[in-house]
């Protein structure tokens, strides 16, 4: 069969439409539209959402999307996959015998260096002599507070709000959900495909989080629920530890 990128493609312009025309119709991103039509599909975060927007494409141009998507579904099983040669295979191999005495001194180095500074290092410097106790003839009194003294620190106490040095997000999933989170560093702190009734939890100081499909998500921060985020399409979100602070 003829590929399906230019069968969409050839069907699309046949009804004289554009990429945003059928973008606007079907709420499938523009990138996404072109990124099929040219079988570019490492642009889309997952292969469940490229089947998605095939069958959503195909059916709004009049085609079978059922079809369209065994035609796809067939295509890509049916890609061969490579397997390392016999000579790949012995480079690997000699280069984990090679790099075990390797390994072997770099331990021994470690602990000899642990070993090294216990050793330098006094244990008995931190600790303080013992205060000389009181003479018998000299007694102290405590200083009490009056209540109200008591009240009014305990009522400062209770309008400061409780300051968190770190967002600690749990996600929670009722469907199938991929994500990518990274932290104020670009770190990457989890990326992966979720399935119903799985959970993550991430924490940083700043979190960057994309949800394939943010409707199957439950976001909680801190102990606090995030309104939740109704949409099929894709989106990215940013958390701040200053956001997070302010609001409580």
Known sequence: MENIGKILKEARESKDLTLDDISKE??????????IEEENYSIVPDRIYVIGIIRKYADYLGLDGG???????????????????E???????SMNINTKPLITILTVCVLIGI??????????????QPAAPPSPGTQTSPVSKSPAVHKKNADKKKEQPVKQDELTMVIKFSGDCWIKAVDDEDNVLDEKKYSSGETTTLKAKEINLRLGYP????IEINGKKIPPIGTDNPITKKFTLEDINSQS
């Open 215 to 218: 409707r199957n998500a439950e």
């Open 115 to 128: 070993f090294a500074i216990v050793m330098y290092m006094n244990p008995y410097r931190d600790i303080k």
């Open 26 to 35: 079907t709420h499938i991103m523009t990138r996404y539209l072109s990124a």
């Open 67 to 85: 079809e369209m998507v065994k035609d796809f579904l067939s295509s890509v099983d049916a890609q061969p996959i490579s397997t390392p040669t």
């Open 87 to 93: 000579n790949e295979k012995k480079s690997r191999h």
